[in-house]
């Protein structure tokens, strides 16, 4: 199943509630901060135990598609920064975080840095696109020892995934061009501490694209984790960026429709896919990184993105969007 239409079974899956049964538990933490506590049994599931998605696919006023191919951070450009969420401040995610495009991304970071650094997007794409990476727990890492790794209860050796980014349109309208500098955020890195109301996630097995869920896969021999963070793509036309980096962008409600006072621009589904070795793919095999109080919980896994295209690199996403193609 192509990466577009598994994408609406996510978002589907979410809207009812259906994938995040059960992952409450998590709220019962293993243990304190840093100590690197192994994730628990329960954030785990066998994925052909999983439901299947009940979806109707609904046509779409802007029904094409973009791929911006941005390659799946062979230069291994990560830090355990966020310029984003905190700007000029060294590890403050306390956990590392893979890039792709950007490639001078790190915490001292802005427009204008960006916009002078390289960027391993074919389109010269400048924009900065950043998530928490994925760890083989039962492997050591090379960083066991260094703040964001180990020192920040982050242990095993960091997966590398095949990475793709999807621009897509909205159901009800035609979209809009994204601003130039516009920043957004999905997902919520600290659900133990601010609760549930941020938390969209999405994960699954290649080959079982009709079953999501929010806790971890343990996929069939061969078969790859997948995982997917969907961006928020209703904007409030004014802002490039909020002190929570979301109320100036939303989601669309669950229907499909932007809220009032807001217009759609191209919805980023950012999917990662990783070969997690034969021995990790069993319960506690495999975890993402995150902040040491929140115990590797699948539910926090988040994302940032810092959009930098110009001019003529959105329009021509918007005109591919819209007519209907599949770039």
């Known amino acids: 199943m192509k990466v577009k239409h598994w994408t609406a079974l996510a978002v589907a899956a979410l809207v009812v509630g259906g994938s995040a049964a059960g992952i409450g538990i998590a709220r019962a933490h293993g243990g304190g901060p840093g100590t690197g506590t192994a994730p628990q049994k329960a954030f785990y599931v066998d994925i052909t135990k999983v439901r299947p ?67 391993t997007c074919v389109t010269g794409d400048k924009s900065s696109y950043l998530w928490p990476v994925l760890r083989d727990l039962t492997r050591n890492g090379d960083d066991a020892g260094q703040p964001g790794g180990g020192k920040d209860g982050n242990l095993g050796a960091i997966l590398d995934g095949r990475v793709t980014l999807l621009f897509r349109g909205n159901r009800f309208q035609q979209v809009v061009a994204a601003p130039q500098g516009l920043r957004m955020t999905t997902g919520d890195a600290k659900p133990g501490e601010n609760g549930p109301g941020n938390v969209r996630v999405s994960w699954t097995c290649k080959g079982f694209e009709d079953r999501t869920t929010a806790k971890y896969p343990v996929c069939p021999r061969g078969r790859s984790v997948v995982r997917l963070l969907e961006y928020p793509s209703c904007w409030d036309g004014r802002s490039l960026d909020s002190a929570n980096h979301r109320d100036h962008v939303r989601f669309p409600d669950s229907s499909g429709r932007c809220p009032r006072n807001t217009v759609a621009i191209p919805q980023l589904d950012m999917t990662v896919e990783y070969a997690v070795p034969a021995k990790a793919n069993v319960a506690q095999g495999f975890a993402l990184d995150g902040f040491p109080q929140e115990n590797h919980r699948p539910d926090s896994d988040h994302g940032f993105v810092h959009l930098l295209m110009n001019r003529a690199q959105m329009g021509d996403v918007v005109r591919c969007v819209n007519s209907g193609r599949t770039c």
């Open 53 to 119: 998605n009940k979806v109707r696919i609904e046509r779409r006023a802007s029904p094409g598609s973009f791929v911006n191919k941005c390659g799946n951070n062979e230069e291994k450009h990560r830090n355990s920064d966020n310029h984003i969420a905190a700007p000029g401040v060294v590890n403050a995610a306390q956990h590392q975080h893979d890039h792709v495009g950007n490639l001078t991304t790190n915490g001292r970071s802005n427009d204008r840095s960006l916009l002078r650094g390289g960027t």
